[in-house]
């Protein structure tokens, strides 16, 4: 029987729809480009192609899982110049190094700058796959942390001054007294607030909103 609101089959919860993972490529040789478009296809995950950083950079990029193949020797603005450009994201979008002209010191310095991984052509598919599967996956828990940190702070802004105030003092380890004594208010009216926190907040217990607290001061979650 389906469900008239949202057509899904009773007892049956509609399927959610997780979107494929983009492999970025950035490659001025044609023929790597097309190889790399057929390995990454086969693989089930969406390749975009660039012939050069500019084009890369001019292009938006989707909130999705997603990761960067990109070579070293690149015409005008090479791979390293494009890593630090976008090196904001590369939590978000992690690099794969490739060159058919490897050498230590450009190596290191891409690692060193947060790449993943430093390939030499020609190089075994299945090593590629492996590290573009690692580096997806990178992609994937960076943005589940800043989905995490957006509903945290979505979450913060609902609660009023006052509530701030308590929150804060909760989260210092603040005895209900002591911060009653700080604030001129009553203990009674500080276990209203805090409960207010509790539920605004969607804290289950004192570590979780003390772990909150911990999140939205540091950016991470």
């Not at 979450?155 to 105030?165: G, K, M, Q, S, V």
């Amino acid at each position: 029987m389906l469900n008239a609101k949202t057509g899904a089959t009773a007892g049956h919860e509609k399927p959610v729809l997780t979107p494929t993972p983009i492999v970025f490529v950035v490659d001025d040789d044609v023929s790597v480009r097309e190889s790399l478009e057929l390995l990454i296809g086969h693989a089930q995950w969406r390749p975009q192609l660039f012939e050069s950083a500019q084009a890369f950079l001019a292009e938006p990029r989707p909130l999705v899982p997603s990761c960067l193949v990109l070579d070293i020797n690149l015409p005008d603005l090479n791979g390293l110049d494009l890593q630090s450009a976008i090196a904001g994201d590369s939590h978000k979008l992690p690099i794969i190094f490739i060159t058919g002209y490897g050498d230590v010191p450009r190596s290191v310095q891409a690692m060193k700058a947060g790449a993943v991984e430093f390939l030499t052509k020609p190089f075994n598919d299945d090593v590629l796959l492996t590290a573009i599967a690692d580096a997806l996956e990178c992609s994937r828990a960076a943005l589940d942390r800043e989905d995490g940190l957006r509903s945290l702070r979505d979450a913060h802004a609902t609660l009023t001054a006052r509530e701030r105030e308590v929150m804060a003092m909760v989260v210092a380890g603040r005895m209900n007294k002591v911060i009653a004594s700080d604030l001129g208010i009553s203990e009674i009216t500080v276990k209203a607030h805090r409960g207010k926190v509790m539920r605004k907040m969607k804290a289950r217990s004192l570590a979780d909103l003390i772990k909150m607290g911990s999140q939205l001061a540091s950016g991470l979650s």
